[in-house]
């Protein structure tokens, strides 16, 4: 059925309708075929042939008809896809600008703390001097555990 | 010819396969796939301007990482329910 998604609507449609009502023709033409003598030979085949024909045609019908349902399924969903892609791309061009500009603030507010440092480096260095065994934990606080 | 007629009936009901549609889950914006860095670690020194310099650094920095950390959260519950919302 899947070699079916390549066949164009409208040609499904029209092999469908030909054959189904190629087969009922047929069946039809049989019953004519017993009025006619040098034909009535055929009359049979062609009730068999005819029968047959219209039974392929509704059975194709039915997956013609289960073929739309899926096509129009598919086209729905493929629609939904398509709009998810855009607001997944809308949001995510939002949270990358909120990130960005937060950033961006936490980076100023470090640049305005190391200026107040400066300003007030030879009070606080005059005040107080910083022991290296001091250094040593903090840096060790800040190294964290390695893997 | 009966059994002609039901073997290219199972055949054809054998072929009667969906195919779905494809969908991929987006991708992050790539501010967010950067590591955190390590914590800056303080030279030798006795003063403690320097020391407050790499310490508030250290503070500026975890600030950061933890704004990474709120946005991958941000991101992913958000695109989780777009993804969710296609049924």
Same mark, same amino acid.
């Given at each position: 059925m899947w070699m079916l998604s390549f066949v164009p609507d409208s040609w499904l449609h029209f092999? #469908?309708? *030909? +054959? !189904?009502?190629?087969? +009922?023709?047929?069946y039809g033409v049989s019953f004519v075929l017993a009025f006619l003598p040098p034909f009535r030979l055929y009359r049979e085949?062609?009730?068999?042939i005819g029968t047959l024909l219209a039974l392929v045609g509704i059975y194709f019908y039915g997956s013609y008809s289960t073929e739309m349902e899926w096509r129009s399924k598919v086209e729905e969903q493929q629609a939904k #896809?398509?709009?998810?892609? *855009?607001?997944?791309k809308d949001a995510n061009t939002k949270i990358k600008t909120v990130?960005?500009?937060?950033v961006k603030v936490v980076k100023e507010k470090q640049v305005v703390i190391e200026k107040q440092i400066v300003e007030v480096a030879a009070k606080m260095d005059a005040k107080?001097? +910083?022991?290296?065994?001091?250094?040593?934990? !903090?840096?060790?606080?800040? *190294?964290g555990v390695k893997k | 010819m009966k059994k002609l007629l039901l073997l290219t009936v199972i055949l054809l009901a054998g072929c009667a396969t969906?195919?779905?549609?494809?969908?991929?889950f987006p991708d992050a914006p790539q501010e967010l796939m950067e590591k955190c860095p390590e914590l800056k670690q303080t030279e030798q020194t006795s003063k403690l301007s320097e020391v407050l310099?790499?310490?508030?650094?250290?503070?500026?920095?975890?600030?950061?990482?933890?704004?990474e950390v709120y946005t991958w959260i941000e991101w992913y519950s958000t695109q989780k329910q777009i993804f969710d919302s296609v049924k």
């Open positions: 092999a #469908v309708i *030909a +054959v !189904l009502a190629a087969g +009922v023709a047929l085949p062609a009730r068999i #896809v398509a709009k998810a892609e *855009a607001e997944s990130y960005v500009d937060r107080c001097e +910083v022991i290296p065994e001091a250094l040593d934990i !903090l840096n060790d606080a800040a *190294a | 969906s195919v779905p549609v494809e969908r991929k310099k790499v310490v508030t650094e250290n503070y500026s920095q975890y600030q950061e990482c933890k704004l």
